[in-house]
């Protein structure tokens, strides 16, 4: 482990430009660029408000006055979900997309998954950005409470890294694993409370919502920016105990095969 | 001083059944794959400075002891160290990505190199002046040729001079003149002290960049030591298809040819690409190369005296047969050919049953290199000749240098000699 961080630290500018040169690289032959970075959040937020904040009339228990409540729960929930999705999805063909460089140049394999959650942060960083001037021009800006964003990100984004280093390595050698994370994502993300609330799901099915890792974290972003207020830290618990054991594995994982990768791609 | 330290290096590939296998031995931890090793017992220690060239047909793992040299994989058993910045050009490429332009996959590469971002940018105008691809340069890398991506390639990873150079085959997709450029890069960066590893199918590029060379077959060390050395032994397990012999004590391997006998006989000098046709009126039982004392030989020093010998046995009676003989290079271009009607021989009516012995004897003015020799019994009928017995590639002749040949380029030697003599002075008026 203080290796990987000694080798992450020494190779950080490759890490950087890296980081920079896939954000670039992305929308390369494209007309509109970055715009697309920001497209598919924004068309997935502008249905869903449309859909069931005006069509099924959804609405949330206390904000009857807020205008535009709906959105801005939708919208703290798709955010930061669409970090974890993104993260993870990359993390688990990382190692296959970047199989050229890997055979033919000696570099800490490690690098890879934080070029992957530096990419997915920046992306992250830009559509954030129009979700808080979105709530600024609705009289909704949350005030002190936004500091909050940042463990309840961190903890989320050593959640993917752990998830994501452990299925990533292990893709490598049962392709399969690929397979099943896009499967999985889709269920999770709708055994996540992003779209509906826990308020309209039955009590006998809200326990087993409960154990899902992502539960507490989006909940704690949904408290942030509709109520205006900390999250509660103590339901974050369950998270972070799974974050670090996810980590813990996937580190270990890693670590084991790092060696290996190289010979099976 | 060792820069290049390999020690009992080995590498394994790990093969499973099927998929399920591997499955069951990750969770069940019973051991399910079968081990198949691509090297075995590699040992060599190159001093700083020196160039070592990594002999060895197709799959003799000399490309996986690159990798594990330059730490793109790791050895599965023994160790390589490495001192110093290590630029490797391995297979082809960098690692280039497709979709970046040359120019990004340039500064990326710098940085996996060990250069910091003001190091490579600093040297871009160098890289880019040296590649020679003109516009290209901002243009993605799947819109390159091989030879243009070889070109970049290079020219990163010699932006700045590195302690160990390692190139794997890569200079052999260039044009000639960039290769020329290349190489004389790579001579520059080893009077300033780089050490090299180089691999290419070019003996005699391997030859005059080296000093000294590892000669892999089957993933283990079968020659190893003075270049020259080395290559011979190469060569003859290429050409002669001879046995490679396999050293299980590496830097004790085979004593230096040229250190034996002026000439000698090289059992591994056998060739094994012979070929036989004819219309079978005659047959060439037997074919030798001999050394004017007579005693069979197939290594010479250059200019020494040379008999090659064959013995026909006439199966009909054959009118005015005509015996010719060949020496080639290892191209298969002519190097000498003559035959007895161009001698001005004849012989008449040869009676069914006969057996003549021929011998042609020629003087070896040639640069020090592997011939192969070609054996023949034609007859002409109405201008249009026909083989009645030919042996093709029938023998290999080494010839060795024992004093230095003349010849740096061409087959050969014709004992060139230099005289320079001032003409007097012009004061410019």
């Known amino acids: 482990m203080p290796l990987m961080l000694k080798a992450l630290w020494e190779y950080r500018q490759f890490i950087l430009s890296s980081v920079v040169r896939e954000f670039k690289g992305r929308y390369r032959a494209?007309?509109?660029?970055?715009?697309?970075?920001?497209?598919?959040?924004?068309?997935?937020?502008?249905?869903?408000?449309?859909?069931?904040?005006?069509?099924?009339?959804?609405?949330?228990?206390?904000?009857?006055?807020?205008?535009?409540?709906?959105?801005?729960?939708?919208?703290?929930?798709?955010?930061?979900?669409?970090?974890?999705?993104?993260?993870?999805?990359?993390?688990?063909?990382?190692?296959?997309?970047q199989s050229n460089l890997m055979k033919k140049t000696a570099f800490p394999r490690v690098c890879l998954p934080a070029i992957v959650t530096g990419t997915a942060l920046i992306n992250l960083v830009i559509i954030f950005s129009l979700y808080l001037v979105f709530l600024a021009l609705i009289g909704h800006w949350p005030g002190a409470p936004i500091l909050a964003v940042i463990p309840l990100l961190i903890l989320q984004a050593l959640l993917a890294l752990g998830l994501g280093l452990l299925l990533g390595t292990l893709n490598v050698f049962f392709r399969d694993v690929g397979q099943f994370v896009a499967?999985?994502?889709?269920?999770?993300?709708?055994?996540?409370?992003?779209?509906?609330?826990?308020?309209?799901?039955?009590?006998?099915?809200l326990r087993w919502l409960l154990i899902n890792p992502m539960q507490p974290v989006v909940a704690g972003y949904q408290t942030i920016f509709l109520e205006r207020s900390m999250p509660a830290f103590a339901s974050l618990t369950l998270p972070v105990l799974v974050a670090l054991i996810a980590l813990l594995a996937g580190v270990w994982v890693f670590w084991r095969h790092a060696d290996e990768l190289v010979d099976e791609l | 001083m060792a820069v290049i330290r390999v020690n009992q290096v080995g590498k394994a590939y790990k093969r499973y059944p099927s998929q399920?296998?591997?499955?069951?031995?990750?969770?069940?931890?019973?051991?399910?794959?079968?081990?198949?090793?691509?090297?075995?017992?590699?040992?060599?220690?190159?001093?700083?400075?020196?160039?070592?060239?990594?002999?060895?047909?197709?799959?003799?793992?000399?490309?996986?002891?690159?990798k594990i040299i330059s730490g793109a994989t790791s050895p599965t058993e023994g160790g390589a160290l490495v001192q110093g910045r290590v630029a490797a050009l391995l297979e082809l490429g960098m690692g280039f990505h497709p979709e970046f332009t040359g120019r990004q996959n340039a500064l990326m590469a710098g940085q996996l190199l060990g250069l910091d971002v003001t190091e490579v940018e600093a040297a871009m105008p160098e890289v880019e002046r040296?590649?020679?691809?003109?516009?290209?340069?901002?243009?993605?890398?799947?819109?390159?040729?091989?030879?243009?991506?070889?070109?970049?390639?290079?020219?990163?990873?010699?932006?700045?001079?590195?302690?160990?150079?390692?190139?794997?085959?890569?200079?052999?997709?260039?044009?000639?003149?960039?290769?020329?450029?290349?190489?004389?890069?790579?001579?520059?960066?080893?009077?300033?002290?780089?050490?090299?590893?180089?691999?290419?199918?070019?003996?005699?590029?391997?030859?005059r960049l080296c000093d000294e060379a590892v000669f892999l077959a089957r993933g283990r060390v079968a020659s190893q030591g003075p270049v020259r050395k080395v290559c011979d032994?190469?060569?003859?397990?290429?050409?002669?298809?001879?046995?490679?012999?396999?050293?299980?004590?590496?830097?004790?391997?085979?004593?230096?040819?040229?250190?034996?006998?002026?000439?000698?006989?090289?059992?591994?000098l056998a060739p094994s690409c012979e070929q036989r046709y004819g219309s079978g009126e005659v047959?060439?039982?037997?074919?030798?190369?001999?050394?004017?004392?007579?005693?069979a030989i197939n290594v010479i020093s250059a200019g020494q005296r040379l008999r090659w010998c064959f013995t026909v046995h006439f199966i009909e009676a054959v009118r005015e047969p005509i015996f010719s003989m060949m020496l080639k290079t290892r191209d298969g271009e002519a190097v000498f050919g003559t035959d007895s009607a161009f001698l001005g021989q004849s012989y008449g009516v040869v009676a069914a049953g006969q057996k003549l012995q021929v011998v042609f004897e020629i003087e070896t003015h040639l640069a020090?290199?592997?011939?192969?020799?070609?054996?023949?019994?034609?007859?002409?009928n109405q201008g249009e000749s026909v083989f009645m017995s030919r042996r093709v590639d029938a023998a290999i002749l080494q010839v060795s240098g024992s004093e230095k040949s003349s010849a740096a380029v061409g087959p050969a030697d014709l004992r060139g000699q230099l005289a320079v003599s001032t003409l007097g002075q012009s004061d410019g008026q």
């Open chain 1, 183 to 205: 499967v999985i994502l889709q269920f999770w993300f709708w055994l996540t409370p992003i779209v509906y609330t826990t308020h309209i799901v039955p009590d006998q099915f």
């Open chain 2, 20 to 66: 399920w296998a591997r499955a069951r031995e990750w969770i069940l931890r019973v051991p399910s794959h079968e081990k198949r090793w691509v090297l075995r017992d590699v040992t060599f220690e190159v001093a700083a400075g020196t160039a070592v060239g990594i002999l060895g047909a197709n799959g003799a793992g000399k490309s996986t002891l690159l």
């Open chain 2, 130 to 207: 040296f590649a020679d691809i003109g516009d290209f340069i901002d243009q993605p890398l799947r819109t390159y040729s091989s030879g243009m991506q070889m070109r970049l390639a290079f020219s990163v990873a010699t932006a700045v001079r590195p302690d160990v150079l390692i190139i794997d085959e890569a200079l052999s997709v260039g044009d000639a003149a960039f290769q020329r450029k290349c190489y004389q890069r790579i001579e520059a960066f080893r009077e300033e002290g780089t050490t090299l590893l180089f691999v290419s199918h070019d003996i005699e590029a391997v030859k």
């Open chain 2, 233 to 268: 032994a190469y060569e003859r397990a290429l050409f002669g298809g001879g046995r490679v012999p396999v050293s299980s004590t590496p830097g004790q391997s085979d004593v230096a040819a040229t250190s034996g006998p002026r000439h000698r006989f090289d059992p591994a």
């Open chain 1, 30 to 97: 494209s007309l509109l660029g970055a715009f697309w970075t920001v497209a598919q959040p924004l068309t997935l937020m502008v249905i869903y408000t449309v859909i069931f904040g005006q069509l099924m009339q959804a609405s949330l228990p206390g904000h009857d006055q807020t205008p535009f409540a709906f959105s801005i729960y939708l919208c703290a929930g798709v955010i930061f979900w669409g970090f974890h999705a993104e993260v993870l999805t990359r993390m688990t063909s990382v190692f296959m997309d």
């Open chain 2, 283 to 295: 047959d060439i039982e037997a074919c030798w190369l001999e050394a004017i004392d007579g005693e």
């Open chain 2, 368 to 380: 020090p290199d592997q011939y192969f020799l070609n054996c023949g019994v034609r007859r002409e």
